[in-house]
T-cell receptor
Framework: KAGVTQTPRYLIKTRGQQVTLSCSPI?????VSWYQQTPGQGLQFLFE???????NKGNFPGRFSGRQFSNSRSEMNVSTLELGDSALYLC??????????????FGPGTRLTVL | AQSVTQLGSHVSVSEGALVLLRCNYS??????LFWYVQYPNQGLQLLLK??????LVKGINGFEAEFKKSETSFHLTKPSAHMSDAAEYFC????????????FGKGTKLSVKP
């Protein structure tokens, strides 16, 4: 079974630009979560999507947005990039049985550098 | 609000020595607890998790952790370190009923000396 894939793996952008990151979950998984990892702040939860609906959201500005498609693939968008947005962005998927807790499987991440 | 504290951002042990990585959590309700490992330029891999039942949890690669409610701790141990254990380790918590939202500690980088 293929794991979680994220594209692109590396990205360089300049301040003010916008960027879209993509995540393909493990086949059959319906939940996709996004995390930002930086040396200073560590791993922080951005948002979680389940069946095309945002179910949870972390404490990030509105410049960070996401969506999920009917095939469970998810995209994350950051508009008006700032230097502080440079980070590793991790996507995780899980099956999410009703009322249960499933392990989150992480992708390798997208390394975003903002110049 | 939930939070996770990992004591020691860097831990160094000799090969064959005991590994002990400390994790304390703060939660108003009994949480689910996790330990993840991250190797350079890779994502996170689940080592073990505690949900309910037995408080001593065994994971992959010889790691185990014990949930101690009275101490709000979930320390990770391995009896004998191997060079391949060198990585960064993250403790995480999520609240029962909360899906897809892991709260992570700052991480502990483990070095293993030959």
């Amino acid at each position: 079974k293929a794991g979680v894939t994220q594209t692109p793996r590396y990205l360089i952008k300049t301040r003010g630009q916008q960027v879209t990151l993509s995540c393909s979950p493990i086949s059959g998984h319906r939940s996709v979560s996004w995390y930002q990892q930086t040396p200073g702040q560590g791993l922080q939860f951005l948002f979680e999507y389940f069946s095309e609906t945002q179910r949870n959201k972390g404490n990030f500005p509105g410049r960070f947005s996401g969506r999920q498609f009917s095939n469970s693939r998810s995209e994350m968008n950051v508009s008006t990039l700032e230097l502080g947005d440079s980070a590793l962005y991790l996507c995780a998927s899980s099956f999410q049985l009703a009322g249960g807790l499933d392990e989150q499987f992480f992708g390798p991440g997208t390394r975003l550098t903002v110049l | 609000a939930q939070s996770v504290t990992q004591l020691g951002s860097h831990v160094s042990v000799s090969e064959g020595a005991l590994v002990l990585l400390r994790c304390n959590y703060s939660s108003s309700v009994p949480p689910y607890l996790f330990w993840y490992v991250q190797y350079p330029n890779q994502g996170l891999q689940l080592l073990l998790k505690y949900t309910t039942g037995a408080t001593l949890v065994k994971g992959i690669n010889g790691f185990e952790a014990e949930f101690k409610k009275s101490e709000t701790s979930f320390h990770l141990t391995k009896p004998s370190a191997h060079m391949s254990d060198a990585a960064e380790y993250f403790c995480a918590v999520t609240e029962r009923g909360s899906q897809g939202n892991l709260i992570f500690g700052k991480g502990t980088k483990l070095s293993v000396k030959p």
